[in-house]
């Protein structure tokens, strides 16, 4: 049974971090493109980051949307089959549902997002 499990969501402050992980099984988890995107309401979702499956135990090439760049890194453990995304300066326009994704192929999996809340 596939499964991906996001937790780390919450309130946070602006300018404060978060760091968001997603929990696979039951696939060949290091063969996939893992991402992360996000949906704020009202919103259609987006790309936040991506990694790829290349790159040895902890590697890969890593993707990011211009309104993440500098303050988002995404990382990938492959023994622990586990994503991960670090968010650091957040600001309150990061507020959104952010959702784990699983990509090989035609192949395509989604976890059930968890809650980013960016407010003072």
């Known amino acids: 049974q596939v499964q991906l499990v996001e937790s780390g969501g919450g309130l946070v402050q602006p300018g404060g971090s978060l760091r968001l992980s997603c929990a696979a099984s039951?696939?060949?988890?290091?063969?996939?493109?893992m991402s992360w995107y996000r949906q704020a309401p009202g919103k259609e979702r987006e790309l936040v980051a991506a990694?790829?499956?290349?790159?040895?135990?902890?590697?890969?090439?890593?993707n990011y949307a211009d309104s993440v760049k500098g303050r988002f890194t995404i990382s990938r453990d492959n023994a622990k089959n586990t994503v991960y995304l670090q968010m650091n300066s957040l600001k309150p326009e990061d507020t959104a549902v952010y959702y784990c994704?699983?990509?090989?192929?035609?192949?395509?999996?989604w976890g059930q997002g968890t809650q980013v809340t960016v407010s003072s």
């Open positions: 039951g696939f060949t988890f290091s063969s996939y493109v």
């Open positions: 994704n699983a990509l090989y192929q035609m192949i395509n999996y």
């Open positions: 990694i790829t499956s290349a790159g040895g135990i902890t590697g890969g090439i890593t």
